[in-house]
């Protein structure tokens, strides 16, 4: 394994351990997104940091907000990595605001939402953007109107940062779509999310397709794919690296049998979809701190953001199907 990769999986994995002393009683799935958090920053779990952050948010939050619940601990890692984490929720909290344009009951992905554009959008445009992400969701909305959500908001809020025209957008991925459904015959919900994220990519969209699906069949033939639901959009994030296919599956494969050897990435934790899921991750975040992607559309930032933010919907989607299930469950 290189080097940079070895060292990001065990700051991985020192940073759940430290994550577990600060809160015994967390999803490991959330628990190890906090800990890739700190990891792709460079940075080490300060609990005290979390202590006085999780203060500050209470005074700025209610007990019902989106801000809190499932992605409580998600947004307090994201304030204890801010210089000013009092600034950083207030910033936050302001997108939200003006995002939910009269939602009565926006969920917690919305919330999601506002921290992908706050943290990747500069100041002078975040009116803009935020018009022109509800915009695009309004038209894509329109397209599905059952498969599209507000889970689809981060996705369509990057399309948006990556200069992506609102009705453009809305038609691309709606190509890309069909072209995924018809090549590739993808469930409808994975082919809609995928679709999104391959439109941050100016390529071809016949390539981007069939550079998708080679990925995931080779990951697949080599024993280390995900399941082929939302958590295979992971590889459409890797559309714009300038890598060679059988390097990035021999990695993803050294990554996921180096996290099986680690706790809670077996059938007891995570599970096999999810653990390869973080596999394809960090050897997508290591090549791009590297200077090994070739952007092709994208920024640096909104590149990064992808990952990250793609990662983010597919998790929190986890917990709350998670939720639901045992809801459903105790009520029988």
């Known amino acids: 394994m290189r080097q940079s990769l070895l060292e990001r999986c065990e700051a991985q994995v020192r940073n759940e351990a430290a994550l577990r002393k600060v809160s015994k009683l967390e999803f490991e799935t959330t628990m190890k997104l906090c800990a890739m958090l700190y990891a792709d920053a460079g940075a080490e779990v300060d609990p005290d940091r979390i202590k006085e ?7 700025r939050a209610g007990v019902l907000s989106n801000f809190r619940g499932n992605f409580e601990r ?4 994201k304030m204890a990595l801010a210089s000013d984490p009092a600034a950083y929720i207030d910033g936050v909290i302001g997108v939200y605001e003006k995002l939910r344009s009269g939602r009565k009951l926006p969920g917690e992905m919305l919330a999601m939402a506002s921290t992908t554009i706050y943290e990747n959008c500069p100041a002078g445009e975040l009116d803009e953007v935020i018009e022109k992400t509800l915009e695009s969701y309004a038209a894509i909305k329109a397209q599905h109107p059952v498969l599209t959500d507000d889970s689809d908001m981060p996705i369509i809020a990057l399309m948006v940062m990556a200069g992506k ?3 453009e957008a809305a038609d691309q991925a709606e190509e890309l779509f069909t072209a995924l459904r018809d090549r590739f015959r993808v469930g ?7 679709a999104m994220v391959m439109a941050l990519s ?20 080599a024993g280390h794919a995900t399941s082929k639901d939302r958590a295979m959009a ?3 994030a890797y559309a714009d690296l300038d890598a060679d296919l059988a390097e990035i599956v021999a990695e993803i494969g050294e990554v996921d049998e180096w996290l099986k050897g680690n706790k809670g990435y077996g059938a007891l934790g995570v599970g ?3 653990r390869r899921l973080f596999a394809a991750t960090l050897v997508l975040q290591d090549r791009q701190a590297g200077s090994l992607a ?3 559309g994208t920024t640096s930032a909104v590149a990064q953001a992808v990952v990250e933010q793609l990662l983010l919907i597919l998790i929190m989607l986890l917990i709350m199907m998670i939720i639901v299930s045992s809801t459903v469950a105790a009520s029988h």
Not at 202 to 221: G, I, N, R, S, T
């Open 272 to 274: 096999a979809s999810m």
């Open 74 to 77: 998600v947004i307090l890692v």
């Open 165 to 167: 025209d609102p009705s």
């Open 53 to 59: 952050c999780k203060g500050i948010l209470k005074q």
């Open 202 to 221: 100016d390529k071809p969209a016949d390539q981007k397709v069939e550079d998708y699906v080679a990925l995931f069949e080779a990951c697949k033939a």
């Open 188 to 194: 409808s919900d994975a082919a809609q999310t995928t």
């Open 234 to 236: 992971i590889y459409a």
């Open 294 to 296: 070739a952007s092709a």
